[in-house]
């Protein structure tokens, strides 16, 4: 390096450093007076989330008492007069006093009896008041300052938080209006508002994703908002770098309407008769399909709780007139509200942010439907994928492979008709070969199960070059077999090459039974397939020493190859050149003498 | 060059054994937890004033302390929160360190790490603490609620539990989402969503990982750097999860020896140092890659990781450097412990340049 330019970055360096610590002297200074300043600075009221493990709890002391509630009424049946009889009433009052008391003694640090929490609540509720008046004069710090004590007083309701966060939004506090709001909901999940204002707040802060999932939940719970829709497209706009993908925008809509959906789903189900994604649709349409006859079961329910409901109330009517009735209808009460609720229910039914929820259904066998279940159609999407089949039975012709292919189409069937002419042709052709391939059995079977390879067809002339070169003796050959054997493809190449006159010289009289049937069975699988001359090759093997030995060990399946063979021969090159092979004829003998 | 410098500053020697140091907010003091040769606690607050550390302040407790953080205190108050070696979590107010403000017997054992959340940054939900202890559980505290923490991540009965060295926040960017990211001894890095309450991801990096760390806290989660043993550290971009791969990551060697721990510097979140086992000190930045997000064959989208360069690296010592912290409040000043019972500030230059 220059060393006038390094001599120039050292003393800059140095510059640097001197600089730093001049400035760093003064931020010691800076930071000594800011310390002070802060100490005396008076504390900010911020809002914070409750604690974690307290929300929870909150909801589930709610969930659990309204779970009493459903629980009541049914624990003992109006006709029980026996255990009505048994039943201590101010035991069963006693209980729940004593678990009220439970309750809010574990609630808090500081214990508040039944009544000053009445109290505590009263005032709550008029600091909310005093801060909906400051609200309505547009004072939204003194109406702040109202609703954090109303919270103080009594942090479990949610519309204290909601309004503060409405007071924080208008004096641009984003991120305490987000943190109220989720509060809020917190404690109530359904509570739109609160959605809205968090919306508000999330697209303040630049959290578009969330401030979107938020606009659509109040979609969901108010469907005919259109406040809230505008703001949706409004910020649907703004995202719109990356459109989400498909089916959430359709939950969406599908929080508008329950109509909408299935219509929807017709529609696309109509137009994928044409499209080639039909499987996903169908699937999609069922789907909706048992989605509506879940609703029609409630339905159902629902109605055969009501009839029975009245039924059952008019007898009781006629038989109890005194005591318990007042009981009856409290459980009436009850009753109906339930439905109301099941009734409420069905109406905000389908979704569940971008999740269906598909119910159980359980129905006893007499009711199940009759209908058989659909199929699904599966098909290759690739378009050449046809041809590939065809080439791939052509070239391994393998009797395992070809019923692979040929099971998935059977077991889907062709009912829509829809199925290319092309496929069926390769359907037929699967058959075809299968059934030759049937015929031609046994021998290959150990072959096959080596060579299902299906990527044979992708086997290119680079792969041919992975054919050993031709051997001079025995032990070469068998090395090159042992690599080639379990791919039919190769092993025929590496045959063909090799001259069939000289397999004698090469095998002398070291050729085993196991790789004579190995070579019968290419001969018979390959060669005979490309209409190769086989002959040379069946002279060359009957002129290997204790050849006839051999022959003698031959197994069945073997034989018949060799027959076959041979009357590929004499079809190709007449009686009397297949004349000179005695050897081999003597084979085909031999199982009839045997 | 053009390359920042680490200069150390100011050296100060004690007679203890050091674990942690932590910048107080909003002031040139830092203090540092360690213990005493007999196996009582110290916490020691020092300033610096032109060149020089002043200590201001020595308070000793019964139990040596192993780590602290003002993560989840506000910049008013800031109250200390510590883990010891009995496995209890205090926070202290340094003004009155009579008795705690906050106790719990948080563990069974040592905590071996502590990181807090929601007090500095404004709005991004509650003031919550995490520990890792040698017990192999990870609790997350509120210091609004006594003796009982909110949160808490273990083995399963009869589960081998692993030593949890290394727990880290992240992800709080609204008063909802939460992420807690925790490493133990065996290389397991787990990442528990508190928001859902689940574990969201784990993986197993083979070597104990020493350290973990967010480049920020209350952002949505962007990267995450771990550091373990045998010299190598890995950075995760969480910002995109497949739903079978994961996070992205690279694998970096340095140092030679055990990483201890990484520490982003808080005014730029790609750049961190990493401290070693030999008393090396490295200084690295995060270069992002062209585009952060692809999507496979299946159309689920997945992370792309970028690439990290080596600016300096510097020895400080011959002993491993125990902790790290950088000033939240001016940038390029650093304080950092090491085992040979040596506080050192170092300055780093040229930080804005990069």
Known sequence: MDPVLLQKQVRDNAEDLRSYMQDLKNWEADMKRKE?????????????????????????????????????????????????????????????????????????????SDAEEKRLRE???????????????????????????AI????????????????????????????????????????????????????????????????????????????????????EKKINIKPQPKAVEESGLAACSQNTVTKQAENTSSCTLKSKKSQEIYTRNESVMSHKEIIKEEEKVISHISGKKTTATKETEKKVKCSTNQEIMARQREESRMLENMMRK????????????????????????????????????????????????????????????????????????????????????????????????????KMNSASQNTDIELLSEKELEDVPPIPNTSVQFLIAWKKVRTNSWLSYHYLKKIPGADLPKIFQDSLDSSTLSDIICTIKTEFLQFKEPVLPYIRGLSDVRRFSALAMFLSESDKKGVKKILEYCKEQDGYKECDDCHTMNQICLLPNTV | MDKPQIICHAEKST????FDCRWIPCSAKFVVLGSKPKGTGVINVYEISEGDVKLLKEVEKSKAFKCGTYGASSLRDHYLATGDFEGKLNIWNLEDTVAPIYSASAHKEIINSIDGVGGQSIGCGAPEIVTGSRDGSVKVWDPRQKGKPVAVMEPAEGDARRDCWT?????????????????????????????????????????????????????????????????????????TQHPKKGFAHLTEKAHKSTIWLVRHLPQNRDIFATCGGSGSLCLWKYNYPSRRVTSDTDGDEMGIIGTTSLLQNTTLCTQPVSSLDWSPDKQGIAVCTSFDQTIRVIIVTKLNTL
């Open chain 2, 167 to 239: 727990v880290a926040f992240g992800n709080s960017y609204n008063s909802e989402e939460r992420i807690v990211c925790s490493g133990y001894d065996n290389g397991d890095i787990k990442m528990f969503d508190l928001k859902t309450m689940s574990l969201r991801w784990e993986t197993n990096v083979k070597n104990g990982v020493c350290g973990i760390e967010f480049d920020r806290k209350d952002i949505a989660m962007n990267k995450m750097v771990a550091t373990t043993l045998e010299a190598k550290f890995y950075v995760f971009d969480v910002r």
């Open chain 1, 346 to 445: 069905e109406h905000i039914w389908p979704i569940y942010g971008e999740v269906k929820l598909v119910h159980t259904v359980h129905k006893p066998p007499h009711l199940r439907s009759k209908k058989p279940l659909k199929r699904i159609d599966i098909r290759e999407v690739d378009s050449n994928s046809g041809q590939e089949l065809g080439m791939d039975t052509k070239t391994c012709s393998s009797g395992a492979t070809s019923v692979e292919i040929k099971s998935p189409q059977i077991a889907l069937g062709s009912d829509t008709g829809a199925s290319s002419d092309r496929e069926q042709n390769t359907k037929e052709f699967c058959k075809s070969v299968d059934a030759e391939s049937i015929e031609v059995k046994p021998a290959s079977e």
């Open chain 1, 123 to 149: 005032e709550a509720i008029y600091e909310k008041e005093m801060g909906n008046n400051f609200v309505k004069k547009q004072k939204w710090k003194e109406a702040i300052q109202c609703y954090s004590r």
């Open chain 1, 36 to 112: 002070s300043e802060l100490q005396a600075a008076a504390s900010s009221d911020q809002a914070l989330p409750p604690v974690r493990s307290k929300i929870k709890r909150v909801s589930q002391d709610q969930n659990s008492t309204c779970n009493a509630e459903n629980q009541r009424p049914t624990r003992i049946s109006g006709y029980d007069y026996a255990s009505w009889d048994k039943f201590d009433v101010d035991k069963a009052c006693e209980d729940l006093d004593g678990a009220r008391h439970q309750e809010s003694a574990e609630g808090d640090d500081d214990t508040v």
């Open chain 1, 152 to 235: 103080k007083c009594f942090p479990y309701d949610a519309i204290f938080y909601a309004n503060r966060a409405l007071c924080y939004l208008k004096t641009d506090d984003l991120r305490s209006a987000e943190v109220d709001c989720t509060t809020a909901l917190q404690l109530d999940s359904n509570y739109v508002k609160a959605y809205q204002r968090r919306a508000v707040a999330r697209v303040g802060l630049g959290q578009l994703q969330e401030a979107r999932s938020d606009l659509l939940k109040v979609m969901e719970l108010e469907p005919k908002n259109m406040a809230s829709k505008a703001e949706l497209m409004k910020l």
């Open chain 2, 15 to 18: 007679s203890l054994s050091l």
